[in-house]
C-alpha cells in the first residue's frame, strides 16, 4: 500500500511551506501473531522540489499498529531529519485509534470519551534541542456512515491543567494564552544562540476508519500553536533578548497515494 501525508505550515499568519512525504506500508505480523505494519518513508517534496535524503533516512522503518497489545514507538528521530514530522503525525493518528479501541469505544454516533494523559510527547532531533508537547484527549465518534462503510473519529488533543513538566527556562513557565504551557522547543541555530519558545498547542484529528477491517483510511489534522519566543546567546537559555510572539497552524492530510 502506498500512502502519503501533505503538510501545510503558516508561521504568523503567512504561509511557510507545503510539503508531501511518500511512503509505502507493508503489513507483517510478529512472532506473537500481532498484525503491525512497517512504514517506509521514500522520499518527498517541499514546495515542489524534492528533498535530498541520506541512504539511512531511507532505510529508517517506523512500526505501527492499531492493535493494543502492540507498543507504538518511535525510531530514532536524529536519523531521519527530513521525516521527523511525517512520522509522528502519522504516528499520532495510530495512536488516536488505538486509544479508541483500548478504551472500548463503540462505533455509534455520538459516543464520548475523555482521557487524562498529560505525559511528554518529544519530538527533538538534530538541531531541535528540546521538542515536547503535554495532551489530553477528547474522543467522539462523529458520524457512522453505513452507506459509504466508514465511520469519523474525532480526537482533540487538548493542554492538561498541569502543564507539561518543568520548562526548559524559568521564564517559561508563564503562560502564553488561557492554559498552562503545554508546548516547549529550543533549537540551536549557531555555536553561540538559540531560539527558545513557550506555547499553547491543540490537536484536531479526524480519522476515517473502515467498517470492514477497522483500519484507516485517511485522517486529517489541523495543529494550531500559540506562544512566544526568545533569541538566547546561552545554553541555559538566560540571557536572552526580548520575547517576541508567535503563531503556527500545521493543517496536514494523511491518504492513499497514486504515486
Given at each position: 500500500?502506498?500512502?502519503?501525508?501533505?503538510?501545510?505550515?503558516?508561521?504568523?499568519?503567512?504561509?511557510?511551506?507545503?510539503?508531501?512525504?511518500h511512503a509505502v506500508i507493508t503489513v507483517k505480523k510478529t512472532a506473537d501473531n500481532?498484525?503491525?505494519?512497517?512504514?517506509?518513508?521514500?522520499?518527498?517534496?517541499?514546495?515542489?522540489?524534492?528533498?535530498?535524503?541520506?541512504?539511512?533516512?531511507?532505510?529508517?522503518?517506523?512500526?505501527?499498529?492499531?492493535?493494543?497489545?502492540?507498543?507504538?514507538?518511535?525510531?530514532?528521530?536524529?536519523?531521519?531529519?527530513?521525516f521527523i514530522e511525517p512520522i509522528t503525525d502519522t504516528l499520532t493518528f495510530y495512536?488516536?485509534?488505538?486509544?479508541?479501541?483500548?478504551?472500548?469505544?463503540?462505533?455509534?454516533?455520538?459516543?464520548?470519551?475523555?482521557?487524562?494523559?498529560?505525559?511528554?510527547?518529544?519530538?527533538?532531533?538534530?538541531?531541535?534541542?528540546?521538542?515536547?508537547?503535554?495532551?489530553?484527549?477528547?474522543?467522539?465518534?462523529?458520524?457512522?456512515?453505513?452507506?459509504?462503510?466508514?465511520?469519523?473519529?474525532?480526537?482533540?488533543?487538548?493542554?492538561p491543567p498541569g502543564g507539561c513538566g518543568e520548562p526548559p527556562a524559568a521564564w517559561?513557565?508563564?503562560?502564553?494564552?488561557?492554559?498552562?504551557?503545554?508546548?516547549?522547543?529550543?533549537?540551536?541555530?549557531?555555536?553561540?544562540?538559540?531560539?527558545?519558545?513557550?506555547?499553547?498547542?491543540?490537536?484536531?484529528?479526524?480519522?476515517?476508519?473502515?467498517?470492514?477491517?477497522?483500519?484507516?483510511?485517511?485522517?486529517?489534522?489541523?495543529?494550531?500553536?500559540?506562544?512566544?519566543?526568545?533569541?538566547?546567546?546561552?545554553?541555559?537559555?538566560?540571557?536572552?533578548?526580548?520575547?517576541?510572539?508567535?503563531?503556527?497552524?500545521?493543517?496536514?492530510?494523511?491518504?492513499?497515494?497514486?504515486?
Amino acid at each position: 500500500m502506498k500512502y502519503k501525508l501533505t503538510l501545510n505550515y503558516t508561521q504568523n499568519g503567512q504561509p511557510a511551506y507545503v510539503s508531501i512525504s511518500h511512503a509505502v506500508i507493508t503489513v507483517k505480523k510478529t512472532a506473537d501473531n500481532i498484525f503491525y505494519e512497517s512504514v517506509q518513508w521514500t522520499h518527498q517534496e517541499k514546495d515542489g522540489a524534492e528533498t535530498s535524503l541520506s541512504p539511512e533516512s531511507r532505510n529508517v522503518r517506523q512500526l505501527v499498529s492499531l492493535d493494543p497489545a502492540f507498543k507504538l514507538s518511535i525510531p530514532d528521530l536524529s536519523k531521519i531529519i527530513p521525516f521527523i514530522e511525517p512520522i509522528t503525525d502519522t504516528l499520532t493518528f495510530y495512536a488516536d485509534l488505538q486509544l479508541a479501541i483500548r478504551r472500548g469505544m463503540r462505533l455509534e454516533a455520538g459516543q464520548r470519551l475523555y482521557v487524562s494523559h498529560g505525559k511528554p510527547n518529544s519530538w527533538a532531533g538534530g538541531s531541535t534541542l528540546v521538542g515536547r508537547d503535554c495532551i489530553d484527549f477528547e474522543l467522539t465518534i462523529s458520524d457512522v456512515d453505513k452507506e459509504h462503510n466508514c465511520a469519523y473519529l474525532r480526537v482533540r488533543h487538548l493542554p492538561p491543567p498541569g502543564g507539561c513538566g518543568e520548562p526548559p527556562a524559568a521564564w517559561m513557565k508563564k503562560p502564553v494564552s488561557d492554559t498552562p504551557n503545554n508546548w516547549y522547543q529550543v533549537t540551536k541555530t549557531g555555536e553561540t544562540a538559540y531560539t527558545a519558545a513557550a506555547a499553547k498547542e491543540i490537536f484536531d484529528d479526524e480519522i476515517k476508519i473502515s467498517l470492514t477491517d477497522g483500519r484507516i483510511l485517511s485522517a486529517s489534522q489541523t495543529n494550531p500553536v500559540i506562544g512566544e519566543q526568545r533569541l538566547c546567546r546561552d545554553a541555559a537559555l538566560t540571557d536572552c533578548e526580548k520575547p517576541e510572539k508567535f503563531t503556527i497552524e500545521r493543517s496536514l492530510f494523511f491518504s492513499p497515494d497514486a504515486d
